[in-house]
């Protein structure tokens, strides 16, 4: 599986803008970028994806480099709950007859996002 | 929203003996999985279950680890004889053929003394 790195930390203040970058210098074509989130004593939340564009839902926006080497998940307004660790994956390419994905994912250290009132 | 449910959330086991953990993934989900964590440590993948057979594994996954789905509904993860070094959260996870995205259970947390 293709490498990532990512900060150990971070820190931000309540409702002031978080970008949480990720290098991923070996990814392949085919690898989509994830992002994950783990809650103070919960599993793992799946925040955003993206292949080469940039992403927007309500929970982030996730910027892409133009080369894919790497990427930034941007929380827009941080919150105390967004006080989490940040994964990114490289998702497994396993691919099954419909298309779509179903291999393992594979965590890193994450950052851990430590969020000021 | 449809959520994984695991159970118990805590367990406490003595070594040596076998426990099950239980998981109910939403249920129109076709891929589910097991993954642990160690306290203080990183979330390691154990294996992935699709159409009544184990897709893949780790190498954590050896032979004292097995996962069934006995009925349709349930998901469990069974450890034959435990260890001390098991004790660790073990999360459920499942996913649709179509979505992207995984959904985690909020985890069983093994401790083995």
């Known amino acids: 599986d293709a490498k990532t790195t990512q900060p150990n930390s971070m820190e931000s203040n309540e409702e002031e803008p978080v970008h949480l970058p990720c290098n991923h210098s070996t990814i392949s074509g085919t690898d989509y970028i994830h992002w994950y989130r783990q809650l103070p004593s919960q599993g793992p939340e799946y925040v955003i994806h993206g292949l080469t564009s940039n992403v927007n839902n309500r929970m982030a926006s996730l910027a892409i480099a133009e080369d894919r080497k790497s990427s930034t998940l941007i929380l827009h307004r941080a919150t105390l709950r967004d006080a989490a660790v940040y994964y990114c994956?490289?998702?497994?390419?396993?691919?099954?007859?419909?298309?779509?994905?179903?291999?393992?994912?594979?965590f890193g250290q994450g950052t851990i996002l430590t969020v000021h009132p | 929203e449809p959520e994984v449910t695991q159970t118990p959330s805590h367990q406490v086991t003595q070594m040596g003996q076998e426990v099950i953990l239980r998981c109910v993934p939403i249920?129109?989900?076709?891929?589910f999985y097991w993954y642990r964590q160690i306290l203080g440590q990183k979330v390691e993948f154990l294996v992935s279950f699709y159409n009544n057979e184990i897709s893949e594994k780790s190498e954590i996954f050896d032979d004292q680890f097995s996962v069934e789905r006995p009925d349709g509904s349930n998901f469990t993860l069974k450890i034959r004889s435990t260890k001390l070094e098991d004790s660790a959260m073990y999360f459920c996870?499942?996913?649709?053929?179509?979505?992207?995205?995984?959904?985690f259970g909020s985890g069983t947390r093994l401790t083995v003394v």
């Open positions: 996870a499942s996913k649709t053929p179509r979505s992207y995205g995984y959904t």
């Open positions: 994956i490289l998702r497994d390419p396993t691919i099954n007859a419909g298309g779509t994905s179903y291999g393992k994912l594979t």
């Open positions: 249920s129109n989900h076709l891929y």
